[in-house]
């Protein structure tokens, strides 16, 4: 059983990062990283000590939903904001890290970007709801402006910048496929 998204989205829930959750169940911010994306798996005993930093039992963390949810109010979405690189991204479906797709709403201050994320096999859809941003992959970068849309593959390192002098918002959708 594949267990690192639900480890993630309750990590997302807890208000944690990686390096915080590794520092409270001695381990590394890399086997957090590695055990989120399903590469290594934890002994019983780091796992329990996950599932108690992150206020869950094992039996309520491999309960299986019983009926699938079909909608979601703005209150249920979780936040995070990068003071350093600019940036606040909003997950518009909780537990989103557990699907096959994990759509996103980003808004990028002036000058602000997201982090260059490594070549997967995930695809990436973006919308650009205000402002202009870059696309970058690989070498090539894209500008993208209000009311146009963006796809790619992300085969190669990626990233999203702002490239206007205002806030910019986009509407991102990406798939769970790793190398």
């Known amino acids: 059983m594949k267990i690192g998204a639900r480890i ?20 590394t911010k890399g086997f957090i990283s590695q055990m989120e994306r399903d590469i290594s798996v934890p002994s019983m005993e780091v796992f329990f000590d996950v599932l108690e930093v992150l206020g869950t ?12 949810r079909i909608v979601y109010e703005a209150k249920d979405a979780l936040f995070f904001e990068d003071n350093e690189r600019g940036y606040q991204i909003q997950w518009l479906i909780p537990e989103s890290a557990e699907k096959e ?12 970007s997201m982090k260059k994320y490594p070549p997967s096999r995930s695809e990436s859809f973006g919308y650009v709801l205000q402002g202009a ?3 970058v992959l690989g070498t090539e970068k894209w500008k993208v402006e209000t009311g146009n849309t963006f796809y790619f593959q992300a085969n190669q390192e990626h990233q999203l910048r702002n490239s206007v002098d205002k806030k910019s918002k986009i509407l991102l959708v990406v798939t769970h496929s790793y190398l």
């Open 8 to 27: 993630k989205n309750l990590r997302l829930k807890n208000n944690l990062t990686q390096e915080e959750l590794a520092e409270r169940t001695d381990v």
């Open 57 to 68: 039992t094992p039996g309520e963390f491999f309960e299986e939903d019983k009926k699938q």
């Open 101 to 112: 797709m994990e759509p996103v709403l980003i808004e990028l201050n002036e000058q602000g």
């Open 133 to 135: 941003i870059e696309v």
